[in-house]
């Protein structure tokens, strides 16, 4: 690769990117009445309890504008809520109602079955390997 030879399918972003593609399409054939990053988002109220919008989107790894939108849709689902923040009655804090944590429930076993289909082809060792990997490439919070 020294050479300036630029080999495409070596190249980690690509590599990323069909990897990401191939999780997408067993996530929604899995899974298809949630985006993974609704999942996401759920999954982490669930784990923090009611948080503010802009602490929620911090916590998934994704902007402003993003969070906003999956919050609007995930409302309007009814499968969160929002209401005032006890400490700042300026800030709206989120929850799950509990039609969003029965959901949340359903779909946990479901998303460790997309992970395993999405590793297929790995170890086991190579599977905890590249998650070890990939975790040593996120920004540190």
Known sequence: MSDGHYVLSDQIGYLLRLANQRHLEIFLRNMPDLTPTQFALMVSLQDLGGTSQNE???????????????????LKKHYIQSHPDPDDKRR???????????????SIPVAQSISRETLTGLSQRESLRLVQLLKKLQPET
Do not use: Y
């Open 56 to 74: 929620l989107g911090r916590h998934i790894g994704i902007d402003a504008a993003t969070t906003n939108g999956v919050v609007e849709r995930l």
């Open 92 to 106: 709206l804090r989120l929850s799950l109602t509990t039609a969003g944590e029965h959901i949340v429930q359903q």
